[in-house]
């Protein structure tokens, strides 16, 4: 694994890579100060073929978003019996819902074997302290990824939906309603990290009975080309 701190690499070049995430882009829009939080707390992965990312049952505190090759995901430990649920392709991020539990990985994540290069953006979520906590992350910024989170995993859960659409968990993942109530304020934040857990949960489910969703596609715009220079 090696580790290249965004610090030195070309800042308009990290902008143009970072729009095409809507946590980040609408970060740098809302409060570019956060933006820059962020990113000293940011850093870009490589990895050999081969390579573990991170295992079940570890807790850190990254979430990551790949930039190039593929990951492998495994639902425990890998060895010559185990197969992957999922892969993570480029533009996908990955890690997310491991903040929803205390950092505590839920699977074990591989560099495919397949992939010549493997490289990741990473921010470390540390930074975001206690939920209630508004110090050096602001309410906006943490009512922004909060959102996105939700929206994240509604997305894949329809997804299953639309594959599976007489599933009990459809039932189970409809009763979990949306917050209807004042905007940035510390109530939606705690309500939405409520929501987020509760989805979160059910998409385990989804994921244990059936292994990733088919079109299991991130909804940006992520070009790979941007990241042939870092």
Same mark, same amino acid.
């Given at each position: 694994?090696?580790?290249?701190?965004?610090?030195?690499?070309?800042?308009?070049?990290?902008?143009?890579?970072?729009?095409?995430?809507?946590?980040?882009?609408?970060?740098?829009?809302?409060?570019?100060?956060?933006?820059?939080?962020?990113?000293?707390?940011?850093?870009?992965?490589?990895?050999?073929?081969?390579?573990?990312?991170?295992?079940?049952?570890?807790?850190?505190?990254? *979430?990551?978003?790949?930039?190039?090759?593929?990951? /492998?995901?495994?639902?425990?430990?890998?060895?010559?019996?185990?197969?992957?649920?999922?892969?993570?392709?480029? $533009?996908?991020?990955? @890690?997310?819902?491991?903040?929803?539990?205390?950092?505590?990985?839920?699977?074990?994540?591989? #560099?495919?074997?397949?992939?010549?290069?493997?490289?990741?953006? $990473?921010?470390?979520?540390?930074?975001?302290?206690?939920?209630?906590?508004? @110090?050096?992350?602001?309410?906006?910024?943490?009512?922004?990824?909060? +959102?996105? *989170?939700?929206?994240?995993?509604?997305?894949?859960?329809?997804?299953?939906?639309?594959?599976?659409?007489?599933?009990?968990?459809? /039932?189970? $993942?409809? /009763?979990?309603?949306?917050?209807?109530?004042?905007? $940035?304020? +510390? %109530?939606?934040?705690?309500?939405?990290?409520?929501? #987020?857990?509760?989805?979160?949960?059910?998409?385990?489910?989804?994921?244990? %009975?059936?292994?990733?969703? /088919?079109?299991?596609?991130?909804?940006?715009?992520?070009?790979?080309?941007?990241?042939?220079?870092?």
């Amino acid at each position: 694994m090696q580790i290249k701190p965004i610090s030195g690499l070309p800042r308009d070049k990290i902008d143009k890579l970072l729009a095409s995430i809507p946590f980040y882009r609408d970060v740098s829009k809302s409060e570019p100060w956060q933006y820059d939080i962020l990113l000293r707390h940011s850093r870009i992965v490589d990895l050999d073929p081969g390579g573990v990312v991170m295992k079940k049952g570890d807790v850190d505190t990254w *979430m990551y978003f790949v930039l190039k090759g593929k990951l /492998a995901v495994y639902a425990d430990e890998v060895n010559e019996n185990t197969h992957p649920v999922n892969y993570i392709t480029p $533009g996908e991020l990955f @890690g997310d819902l491991a903040i929803l539990a205390e950092g505590k990985r839920n699977a074990t994540v591989v #560099a495919d074997p397949a992939s010549k290069e493997i490289s990741l953006f $990473g921010t470390d979520f540390s930074v975001f302290g206690k939920l209630e906590e508004i @110090g050096g992350i602001s309410l906006n910024t943490k009512l922004i990824f909060y +959102r996105s *989170m939700v929206h994240g995993v509604r997305w894949k859960l329809e997804v299953y939906k639309m594959q599976h659409p007489n599933h009990p968990l459809v /039932a189970k $993942g409809r /009763a979990i309603k949306m917050y209807m109530g004042p905007k $940035g304020s +510390r %109530e939606e934040l705690l309500a939405l990290h409520d929501q #987020a857990v509760a989805l979160a949960e059910v998409l385990k489910e989804w994921n244990l %009975e059936f292994g990733a969703p /088919a079109d299991n596609k991130p909804d940006n715009d992520f070009n790979e080309s941007l990241v042939q220079d870092l």
